[in-house]
């Protein structure tokens, strides 16, 4: 099995990011886990145990040194879970045993049909359980030792027969996995096996079976010289977990009139059955699906579809599909087109298709289903292998061509916090972004609203415009605070002198003059950037547009009482708030304001500071371990009083100069600290610990910023976490830190203060 050179690239440069970031084991670390785990259930550890001790040592779920617990909940140094797939979803029934809680009773069977087992049953199907995992390790110990290669087909069918009831379970695979990680992957369920096989060009093999894809992944970790675990990581990153893939049909009546076209330009796929009007309120339950029932039934009483198949496809539509899965525009047996879901449920009244989804088209080449499925209904999920494969390779080969040649780019789609707004956006239209201080609201407001605005505009990245480009975006900026009303955000009168006459005269705001820009635009987004939101008197400001603004009523017209004119908010506007939590809590904000914006929050995040260290202090570990005291230290609030990552970054990258990081430390945090404190200096010194605060002076010790005193300063901020001295950040930092033995003696001339020191 071969894979492209440019997947096994792109695969090497996640796995050196998330190497360099921590955010991977490295290769010796995952040898330990991997050696503990055998030490510890091992098939010489499990033929050594019987009885009740080997029921409870494989079982018992409150024991966090059982088998069990070590495959599903086990997570620290000794076996990052997460690092080795996880099997977590559903009940413990997934374990073929376990023992309920409530009763004590040891419990077996299926969901709908468990049966209590007595104590001696139980320990029966624990002594199999044991038995097949030593059975299928002793397989595997010999696949080992075979010099021609492995047929995993041949595998499957083998651990199935000695290992029937662990093999081809989610947990018997990770088992098997931990003790043999170089003959078989870490996805334990076939659905991730799969898919991301889809996403790297590749057939799955045939056959069922959690074995059979084993052989693919064994071949891309020999390709790329990594570990299995290094690699699923990487691809973790790179494809995200498993969607489905939909069809949804783009003909509808009796004429087979097409939406493609209108669903191309306006980024959309929809559905009729447009007399049902909007569904958006029915909801995800039996009832919900019932009341869908009767709504068809009434207004679609002789469809030519059968009433359950209309039901099910219009509530699959509005609740099954999501943002995130891949939907094919087709015609019959023709692809149309291949997008992603962008938006939740919307419904627009007009002709065509009513119920809609927003999609951002990742390509509209056309192409003949390789395999026929769902050709004679209007939403269907794809599942031929051959179709979802042909359509990756389609998006991989129009994303190529259109970079090459001119032409729209198909663009990636955001990642991360800006994938988080954009959603939000197309959800409600207008969002908060809500954290402590320095988290980095207005950044990632602004970033992300010129990255949309650049796609929306000019079909490119915000990186990838030239300047001018980026000077015409329709980003507008601007900063509430209590002096500001409603005259600056919609309209007002504002004095005007006039041939020496002063004069009242009417002027549009901020947000109407962008409003009015955008319904000359309408196939374009327009931003605004609401800075410090909290801070402004908000029902003063937004007036009558706490309606106007709402999603569902962008277009509907309100009269504005000081120029008596018609006015209405353009669905192509979107509004991004920011507001520090330190100031004031969301629970304050106008109830309204809540309603009408999606709320995203942003917490420190230490990762951003990778290994960096400054002064021989680990930055990462010492805010982690600041917060932590912040809040537990703070009250109930403590948590929106933490100290954000950015105060520790320096254009975009960590602090790394020690007068740099002391000047940041003495000039904000500290100060920050102390309004928080209220000037109750036993309370910051049980934040900072008494080497930095002087309780009985109520003072800071200024004197430890003094470069002299960068010793006795590293001391006192590390001497209230001494555990950060362990972390893997401050190794990195005393390999970076200079020995003073054995830097060399200056050379050369001394200059004129030296030598009159000296």
């Known amino acids: 099995m071969s894979y492209e050179r440019s997947v096994l690239d792109q695969i090497l440069q996640i796995h050196q990011r998330q190497l360099a970031g921590g955010a991977v084991l490295t290769r010796e670390q995952i040898d330990r886990c991997h050696a503990t785990f055998r030490a510890r259930f091992g098939p010489e550890v499990l033929a050594g145990l019987d009885g009740v001790p080997l029921l409870e040592a494989m079982h018992l779920h409150g024991n966090k040194d059982s088998l069990v617990y070590w495959l599903e909940f086990k997570n620290d140094d000794e076996l990052p879970t997460a690092q080795f797939g996880s099997i977590q979803g559903g009940s413990a029934l997934k374990f073929g045993i376990y023992q309920r809680q409530e009763t004590g009773q040891w419990m077996t069977g299926a969901p709908i049909s468990q049966q209590v087992v007595s104590l001696d049953d139980a320990v029966t199907i624990a002594r199999r359980h044991r038995d097949q995992f030593i059975a299928g390790t002793r397989h595997l110990d010999q696949c080992n030792r075979r010099s021609e290669g492995i047929n995993y087909a041949e595998l499957q069918s083998e651990m199935e027969r000695i290992a029937p009831d662990v093999a081809d379970t989610a947990w018997g695979h990770k088992y098997f996995h931990l003790t043999h990680p170089e003959l078989i992957d870490d996805y334990h369920k076939t659905v991730h096996q799969r898919f991301h096989l889809i996403k790297l060009h590749q057939m799955p093999p045939d056959g069922r079976g959690r074995y059979v894809c084993a052989g693919a992944y ?63 309120g029915i909801p995800g339950t039996g009832e919900g699906r019932e009341a869908l029932r009767q709504l068809i039934q009434r207004w679609y009483p002789k469809s030519p579809q059968s009433i359950g198949q209309a039901v099910s496809q219009v509530f699959r539509f509005l609740h099954t599909v ?20 962008a938006g939740d449920y919307q419904f627009e009244d007009g002709p065509g298709f009513a119920h809609r989804r927003s999609v951002e088209w990742l390509s509209t080449e056309e192409w003949p289903l390789p395999v026929q499925e769902g050709l004679r209904t209007s939403l269907f999920e794809m599942k031929k292998p051959e179709n979802l494969l042909e359509a990756e390779r389609r998006i991989s080969s129009s994303s190529r061509v259109t970079q090459a040649g001119p032409g729209p780019v198909a663009l990636q789609p955001l990642q991360g916090i800006p994938a988080r707004i954009q959603s939000a956006l197309e959800r409600k239209k207008q969002v908060v972004l809500y954290g402590p201080p320095g988290t980095g609201k207005t950044h990632w407001a602004e970033i992300t609203a010129r990255e949309l605005a650049a796609r929306s505009w000019f079909g490119r990245g915000y990186t990838e415009l030239d300047p001018t480009e980026q000077r015409s975006l329709p980003v507008e900026i601007c900063t509430f605070h209590p002096a500001c009303g409603y005259e600056d955000f919609l309209e007002g009168y504002r004095p005007l002198e006039k041939s020496g006459t002063l004069i009242y005269e009417l002027r549009d705001g901020i947000f109407k003059r962008l409003c009015r820009r955008a319904e000359e635009q309408p196939g374009r987004d327009f931003f ?28 509907r017209k309100v009269t504005l009482p000081l120029s008596n004119v018609p006015f209405a908010v353009p669905s192509n506007v979107y509004m991004i708030g920011t507001m520090n939590t ?48 912040i809040r537990e230290h703070m009250g109930r609030n403590g948590r929106n009083l933490q100290i954000g990552h950015s105060y520790l970054l320096h254009e975009r990258n960590p602090v790394t100069d020690n007068v740099r990081f002391v000047r940041i430390l003495r000039d904000d945090i500290l100060p920050l600290l102390e309004e928080y404190c209220y000037e109750d200096y036993a309370a910051l010194e049980r934040i900072l610990g008494p080497g930095l605060v002087d309780r009985a002076r109520q003072r800071i010790r200024e004197e430890l910023f003094d470069p002299a005193h960068r010793e006795e300063l590293r001391t006192a901020l590390l001497a209230r976490c001494p555990e950060i001295t362990t972390t893997r950040q401050a190794v990195a930092s005393d390999a970076q830190e200079p020995d003073p033995e054995d830097e060399e003696e200056p050379s050369g001339q001394l200059d004129q203060k030296e030598s009159v020191v000296a």
Request: proline content about 4%; overall charge negative; aromatic content about 8%.
């Open 322 to 341: 999501t943002q995130g899965d891949y939907v094919f525009a087709a015609d019959g047996a023709t692809i149309l087109g291949v997008g992603k879901i």
């Open 218 to 280: 064994m071949a891309l970790c020999q390709a790329l010289a990594l570990p299995i675990n290094q690699v699923s990581t990487a691809l973790n990153e790179r494809h995200g977990d498993p969607h489905p893939y939909w069809r949804v049909g783009t003909s509808f009546g009796d004429q087979r009139r097409t939406e493609w076209q209108r669903m191309r330009e306006q980024g959309f796929v929809g559905i009729g059955w447009n007399e049902l009007g909007d569904v958006a």
């Open 582 to 629: 330190a100031d004031r809590s969301i629970a304050l904000l106008d109830a309204a304001l809540r309603r009408r914006f999606a709320f995203v929050e942003l917490m420190p995040d230490i990762t951003v500071l990778g290994d960096a260290a400054a002064g021989g202090v680990p930055l990462g570990p010492w805010l982690r371990a600041l917060n932590e005291a």
């Open 528 to 555: 605004l950037i609401i800075d410090e939101i909290n801070r402004g008197d908000i029902p003063r400001i937004f007036g009558e547009l706490l309606t106007a603004i709402e999603k569902t009523a962008r277009g």
